[in-house]
C-alpha cells in the first residue's frame, strides 16, 4: 500500500526594468536557494540545483516533454525504442540522431555523439561507483550496432513504462562523453562537466556563482540566451530583493503558504510552477509484522490525514496522485 503526494517546482520571474522582457541574447541571472552546488556529475544529481545543471548541460536517449513531464519522448535517439525477444531475452533497438555533438572542453574538441558514448554512459551508469540510480541498471547488457545504433538486452523483460524512464533526462538517463572522461580522467570531469545539450559548463566560482555559455550547435537550434549565470543565494529575502532590484532575472520561490499570492501581489513578478517536481510515496512492508496484517496497513491508511500533507504547502504547489 502506498501513498502518494505530488510536488511542483516553483519560480518567480522579473519584468521590470532594469529586467528585460526580451533576453535573447543576454544573461539570464537565476538566484538558487543554496549556497553551493552538490554534485556535477549527472549521475549523482540528486538536489535541485544539480538537477537544473544536468538539464542543461546533458541529453539522455528519451526526454520528458517539456512543460508535460508524463510524457516520454525521443531526444539523443531517433525514434522510440522498439523491442524484440530471443531465447527469453528482451533487446532493446536504440537508434541514435546523426550530428549530435558534445562541447568542446580543456582537454577534447568537439566531436560527434556515437554509440560508444551511450554504452560507456550505460555502464558507468551500472556501477554503484559511478551513478547514486546504478540499481535502475543492474542487469543490462549491451552492444554496439554500428556507429550509431546499439541493442540494450535484459534477461528479464520489463514493460515500456518501466524501460523508458531508465533511457531519460534524468539520474542515470544523462549520456556523458566517453572521450571526455579517458581525456580528463573521472575527478576532471567532475569538474568540468561536458555533455551534448543546449548549454556548456564554462565556470564555477564556490560560494557564488555556476556560468554556462549558450552551445552554439546544439542538434534542437541554438540557444535564444547567451548566457546562465547560477547564483547562490540561500537567503529567501535576498532572493526577493535581487528580484525586485533587478540583480537577478528569476528565483526559486518559497512553498510556504501565503508566499506565491504576496508576490503576484508586486508589480511586475510573475509566478511560474511546473512539475512534477517530485513524487513523495509512502510504503508499508508487507513481509513483517504488524503491517503485514491487512487490517494495521487500513488502520494506518485511515489515520493519516491526507489533506493535512496537502495543506502543508500552497495548494498551487502539491496534489495527490489519486
Not at 573521472?186 to 548549454?199: A, M, V
Not at 513523495?280 to 513483517?288: C, F, R, S, V
Request: contains cysteine; glycine residues 10%; positive net charge.
Amino acid at each position: 500500500m502506498k501513498k502518494i503526494l505530488w510536488m511542483f517546482c516553483l519560480f518567480a520571474v522579473c519584468f521590470t526594468p532594469p529586467c528585460k522582457a526580451d533576453p535573447s541574447g543576454g544573461v539570464l541571472r537565476f538566484g538558487v536557494h543554496v549556497s553551493a552546488m552538490g554534485n556535477l556529475d549527472p549521475h549523482f544529481a540528486a538536489a535541485s540545483q544539480d538537477r537544473a545543471l544536468a538539464d542543461m548541460v546533458f541529453n539522455g536517449l528519451l526526454r520528458y516533454v517539456p512543460g508535460n513531464a508524463p510524457q516520454i519522448e525521443p531526444d539523443l535517439a531517433v525514434d522510440m525504442p522498439d523491442f524484440r525477444m530471443e531465447r527469453g531475452s528482451q533487446i532493446w533497438t536504440i537508434n541514435l540522431r546523426r550530428g549530435v555533438y558534445f562541447h568542446p572542453g580543456p582537454a577534447t574538441p568537439a566531436y560527434e555523439l556515437t554509440a560508444d558514448d551511450v554504452i560507456f554512459s550505460l555502464k558507468k551508469s551500472a556501477d554503484k561507483n559511478f551513478c547514486a540510480y546504478s540499481g535502475e541498471y543492474a542487469g543490462m547488457a549491451v552492444r554496439k550496432r554500428g556507429d550509431y545504433g546499439l541493442e540494450i538486452i535484459l534477461e528479464k523483460p520489463i514493460s515500456s513504462i518501466l524501460f523508458f524512464p531508465k533511457l531519460t533526462n534524468y539520474g542515470g538517463g544523462f549520456i556523458i562523453s566517453k572521450q571526455v572522461v579517458e581525456a580528463m580522467g573521472y575527478e576532471g570531469f567532475k569538474s568540468h562537466p561536458i555533455g551534448t545539450g543546449p548549454f556548456a559548463f564554462e565556470k564555477l566560482l564556490p560560494g557564488s556563482k555556476l556560468s554556462l555559455t549558450a552551445n552554439e550547435q546544439y542538434f534542437r537550434g541554438a540557444p535564444k540566451l547567451a548566457r546562465i549565470e547560477i547564483l547562490f543565494v540561500p537567503g529567501l529575502k535576498d532572493r526577493e530583493d535581487g528580484l525586485r532590484q533587478g540583480r537577478l532575472d528569476v528565483i526559486t520561490g518559497s512553498a510556504a503558504k501565503g508566499w506565491i499570492e504576496s508576490m503576484e501581489k508586486k508589480n511586475a513578478i510573475i509566478i511560474d510552477t511546473h512539475g512534477v517536481g517530485e513524487v513523495g510515496t509512502l510504503h508499508l512492508n508487507t513481509q513483517m509484522k504488524p503491517t503485514d496484517d491487512i487490517r494495521v496497513r487500513r488502520a494506518i491508511a485511515y489515520a493519516l490525514d491526507r489533506n493535512g500533507f496537502l495543506n502543508a504547502t500552497s495548494p498551487r504547489l502539491s496534489g495527490p496522485v489519486y
